[in-house]
Every structure is written in C-alpha cells, then in structure tokens.
C-alpha cells in the first residue's frame, strides 16, 4: 500500500509513506533469537546494520533480486536483503521531489521536484541507479505550489500514474497524470473531483485510490483499470475510514482493515474489514479483525492470506501484535508478534515471499523481514479467492421503481445496516446503503449499482446517472460494474470560448464531467461552478446536458453560501434560485442583513433578478417560501416574518407574522414550523390561512419541533428548563407518545 503523503506543512504521519526518523549514529542489533515467533503465516526477524543519519524515508519501491529503493530527501537508498546491505546515492537535478517511480529496474523517475523560482513542484528527472545521473524529463502540466500532496504507481504498460492534490487558498485542488515514456509526455485521464489518501496496486496493474483523509467524511474510491487504461469511480464502502491498511490480495482483489471509523478529526479505532471486488465493483463486509487498530500496515501472504500488523489499538498505544485473515474461511487468527512497535510502518513485498517491515518510533529507525519459510504451503491458482458474489447488504428499509426496460423492472432499493454508526436520507427512507437492481419474474434480483449514486434517467437502453459527483452512462445489456465516465464534448470550447458569461468553462472540452448535482429537469443537470479564489470563493450557476453535449454557465451573478461553500441551488418551475450572502457580515446590523438576497434566474439564463431579502429559503409546488430580512425581526428576536414568492418576484404574501425559528415542514396542503419565540408550533395553509397552534410552551413546560410528516410531528420537551423525553404528536388524534427518554 502507497499512503498518500504531505510536501507541506507535515500532517500525521500515517497520511503518508513518510517515516519521519531522529538523526542518530547508534546501530541496531539484533535479538538472540533470529527467527521469532514461528508460525504457519511465517516469522518475524529484525534486521540490524540499518543506514544512519537518516531524516526521512519516501515511497519504497519493490525491485527485483528482493531489493527495494527508498527516496530520502536528496538521497535514493537500496536495501538488499539478500546480503543485508544498505547501499545509498546521492541525487541530483531535482530538489525535494515530491514522489518516484519506477521505470525499470536500472532507472526511476523523481517526480514534482520545486522548479528555480522555489515556487512550484513541476519539476521531473529520470534517474539511472547504475550511473547515478539525472536527466530532465517533461515538466508536470499543471503548477502546484504551496501544500503539495502527490503519489505515484508504475503501471504494466509501462506508463507512471500520478495523482494528488494542492491547496490554494485553504480549497483542495486534484490531479492525475499519466507519462508514457515512449513518447516522453504527460496526459491528463480524468478531471477528479477528489482525492482519497491510499494508493494501492495489484499485481495486475490495477490502481486502488480510495479512504477518507482527516475530516472528511466520504467512503467511496476511484479505480485505474489496467486491462483498459481507464479511470472509474467505484461503489460505496459500508463506511468511511481514516488511516485504513489497504492490501492488494493475491487473486487481485483488495482488502481494507481497521483505520479510524467515521471520517472523523477525532480518531475512533474500528477492528472493520472489507473487500474490494475489483471485477465486480462491490465492496465485500467480511468478518472484523479481533483488534480495532490504525496506523497499521498490510501484506499479503504467499499462501494468500493477509497479514496486519502493528499500529494503535483501541487504548491509543502502540501495538507489535499481529492477526491473519483467511479468505476461505472469512476467519481472523493471531499471527506471528513484531520485534518491534513501530509508529509509520510500511509494508514492502519482496521476490522471495519475504516482506520488508518498515518505521520508526521514538527516533529509532527499526525494521523486520516476515520470513517465508520454504516448507510452508503456497497459494495456487483459484485457491483462497477473496470473491463471493454481489449481495444486498441490511436490512431492505423501501425502494422506488425507477423504470422498466424489456422484461426487466428497474428499482433503486434502501437498506438498514445494523451495526454502521450513520445514516442517509432520500425519499422520507432512512438508511444506509442504497443499491440500482433489476427484476424479472422468475429470476434472481440483481445489482447494477451499488454506492453513492443519483439516477438521472435511461435513454435508448444506456443508464445516465451520477456518482460521487462524476457524470457517467451504462450500458443495460452489457457487463461493466463501472459504467464509464461521460466527458463533455470536444466542440464546447469553440461554442464557450468567445461567450461572455461562459468562458471560463471551455478548458472542460473533453474532460470528464464532475461538477456534481444540485437539480435535474430531465434533461440539464444543474450545479455550481466554484472558483478558488480565496476563503470567500464563489460558486456560479451551471448546467449541463445529461449527454456532456452542452456546458453553460447560467449568470454572473454569484451564490455564496456560509461556511465559504456555494449555497444551495434548487429548480422553482422556470428559474433556478439560490441565496447571496457576503463572505463577511453582521447579521443583528439591519442594513447588514439586507445585502441578503434571494436570487433567481431563468432557466436558459436569459432573466435574471433579486426576488427578497433573506438568507434562507424552501421551494415548494414552484413557490419559494422564506422568512424576510428585510425588516425588523419578529419581537426584536432571531426569526422574521414567513412570506411567499413566485420565482418570477411576483405574487409576494404574507404568511406568518410569528416568524420561524425552526424548518418549513411541507405536508400536502400544509406548513408545520415552530415561531421564532419558540413557544409554539404551528400548522397553517400554503397560503397562509387556518393556521392553528398545534403545541404551546408554558412557563414551566417547552417544545422544540425536530420533524414533520403528513400524520405526526416529533418534538424535544422540557419542564422546568430539564429535559424529559423527545414526543411524536399524531395530527389526527393529538396523542402524545414518549418516543425516546432520556438516560436514567
């Protein structure tokens, strides 16, 4: 496994494959006993004459003979561990190079190197580890500066695939390049819409690119498939996981271990572990680990078992314990103990079976081989495969029929599973997992997709749907678990790239679409266009054809949302309307509040105008509804009086002068919301009438309105300003019942 490491400032160490080690001369020796811990998984044997003086250790790259390369600052070091020496060189024509490559076994390539300026990092060398001369090599295509993370793979065609990403102005910004190095020049794949913190290669040339990094909270990937040269997003994990161990298994499936559960900063220790079915894009919850550990390295096994060693456990402290899984039986068992306890471990396979341990802790460089013992049993072809097939996973919680092609019956199913610590909403469902399956009577369900996925519509036989913000087609009758990206058409930059309002978008001809979604009217996709142009960045209005055949950007008016992020854009019959909201401003200051605004335009572009004054709003059967800041709040309070609007700015009604402290919640020809006082919940007409008190405070009891359905509200009581039970409300009978109480 590759971890995807930091040029600038350092993060945690275990975000990258950097083993960050105290100078010091003291040579390690090893134990008495050579050979620990015999096992039928192999044993451990700590190595000694380890290089001195080290500061850091970069990507270490298997070559053949069981040697391995490690970048070191402005050294390159071989380990052979043949004869158990270290052999180092001295680099040149490149300085602080972010990551390196193979290209054979006499020659590297050092890659995104700080260019003369000191500005950006660019600058590539091949290096020949016979000679120990630099010669340049193209540049990198874009400029990265400033927090520069990248990695790279070498490829069995024999390209070098590099991915990562740069931080300008606090906003991420991902690339991937290919180089061939017969024609000595770099491609751009795909346009990401982000970057995960693992890279992992199998023996078959795939690329795994996948796991949440600090403060992120996604669980899905991406994928270079080998066999076709092409990128793909791949389904959904059961959960997001920081710092996982990720391994590429002997039958070419990957398997993910432990890490920190739920995409968290703080670390929570998880024993989860699943694999990644390459050809069938699915990933396979399998049984968990007997220790929740982080920070922890993978290797696989020659008798195709998988090996997880090392780490923190679930008390934060560093463990030597390993455990072995068995894909044939789906059981975890403990393996052979480390020598050592290691912070930053790697894991490197050699030719021989042997893997190379690797890290440090408490500024001693310290390493181990696993050692293979000749006698033990060896996979072979077709044994120990980590595959079982496509299934749902939870319990099914509702599903919508999506549309019929031939015999078949198209649904988009929800399940519940019991044991993640998340849920999603969609559809009024609650749930965890949500799969694309066909029906036909008489035959098996099956699943077409599984993930994070947002189906647009089925056009002549070929599924158009977005996933994890890509734009991508399937082809129903055929056999690809990944469907393929659809990319914007080559002539959009002659049709953009003299339009006014729309220039700025024809660098996108022929990339692959990944702007996301905010709305679909059947046939535009509708988004944000966000340019990074500091901590108040600015998203415009986009929309795009479902076929990438059409690229527009809608008005030069921008939404600017809190939190620095784009603000929600949503359809209202003819016109798309999001709010205008300064980076920076003093929401009790009256004037303040009125550079607010509500903002629709039309469709095509064509009109535009500010509609109201408010920060916030709901669109419901082609009105808008918001609370209008425009003038004094309600009672001198937080929460101003609710009005109507046509998104044309027409047809403007007063709602509610008990302004909103709480949602609009819409149910058929009704509006539930709580005042801005917060001692009473209504529920009125649309239009403002028969509004009624559903739930008035006292001076000793109060609510606070959690959601609304057509037949019940739920609500937080209290009495005496303590806490006593959340409450569902029937509408039709006016029952109250205790849904949840608190902890005694």
Known sequence: MTTMKHRYPPLALTLRILLILSVFSAILTPRTDAATNPSSNGSFQALSNLPSALSALYDPIPLSGNRVLFLSAQNLFTYDANNNRWTTMKISGIAKASAIAKINDDKVMLIGGLDANGITYKQNVIFDLRTQKATPAAELPGAMAGYVNMDAASLPNGKILVIGYFNVNAINENFVYLYDPSTEEWTEPAALAYVGSTLTVNKQGDVLNTGSKAGEFFSHGQLYRAKNDQFSTTSMMPSPISYPSVVAMNDGNFLHAGGSDGGNTTIHPTSKAFIFQVDNNYWQSISPMKTARYFSAAASLPNGKVLVAGGKGSDHKWINATEVYDPSTDQWSPGPAMNYQYGSLVSIPLDNGNTLFMGSLDGKLRAELLVWDDKLPVDKPGEASSA?????????????????????????????????????????????????????????????????????????????????????????????????????????????????????????????????????????????????????????????????????????????????????????????????????????????????????????????????????????????????????????????????????????????????????????????????????????????????????????????????????????????????????????????????????
């Not at 002549?460 to 678990?481: F, M, R, T």
């Not at 142009?533 to 929309?543: A, E, L, T, V």
């Not at 992020?565 to 309307?577: E, F």
């Not at 046509?646 to 002068?657: A, H, M, Q």
């Open 388 to 744: 079982s097939g496509k299934k749902l996973s939870g319990k099914e919680v509702g599903y919508k029929t999506l549309f019929r092609e031939g015999e078949w019956t198209y649904k988009t199913v929800y399940t519940l599973e019991s044991a993640a610590d998340f849920r999603f909403g969609e559809n009024g469902i609650s749930y965890t997992r949500k799969y694309l399956v066909r029906e036909q009577a008489g035959k098996a369900r099956e699943i077409v997709l599984d993930g994070n996925f947002q189906f647009l519509l089925n056009k002549d036989g070929i599924l158009y749907y977005l996933e994890n913000s890509y734009l991508k087609k399937l082809q129903l009758d055929g056999n690809n678990p990944y469907g393929e990206f659809v990319r914007f058409a080559d002539d959009i930059y002659r049709k953009l790239q003299f339009s006014e309002t729309s220039h700025m978008l024809a660098k996108y001809a022929g990339q692959t679409a990944s702007f996301g979604m905010t709305d679909f009217d059947g046939t535009y996709v509708y988004s944000w266009y966000t340019i990074p142009s500091g901590f108040g960045n600015k998203g415009y209005p986009i929309r795009y054809k479902y076929d990438g055949s059409e690229l527009e950007k809608l008005s030069t008016i921008p939404g600017q949302g809190r939190l620095n992020k784009a603000d929600r854009l949503q359809l209202a019959g003819d016109y798309l309307v999001y709010t205008r909201v300064p980076s920076s401003m003093n929401y009790n200051d009256a004037a303040e509040a009125k550079k607010v605004t509500i903002h629709s335009v039309k469709k095509d572009g064509s009109a535009e105008k500010d509609i109201a004054v408010a920060a916030s709003f709901d669109v419901y059967r082609g009105k808008v509804y918001y609370g209008d800041m425009g003038q004094k709040p309600v009672n001198g309070q937080y929460g101003y009086k609710i009005y109507s609007v046509n998104p044309d700015g027409t047809d403007k009604k007063l709602l509610s002068s008990e302004g909103q402290s709480s949602d609009l919640y819409f149910n058929g020809d009704r509006i539930i919301f709580q005042n801005n006082k917060g001692d009473k919940i209504f529920q009125m007409n649309l239009d403002g009438s028969n509004q009624q008190i559903i739930r008035q405070g006292t001076a000793k009891t109060s609510y606070r309105l959690q959601k609304a359905s057509a037949k019940s509200i739920v609500y937080h009581k209290s009495q005496n300003g303590k806490w006593v039970g959340n409450y569902q409300l029937n509408l039709e009978t006016m029952k109250e019942t205790l849904v949840q109480a608190p902890p005694k």
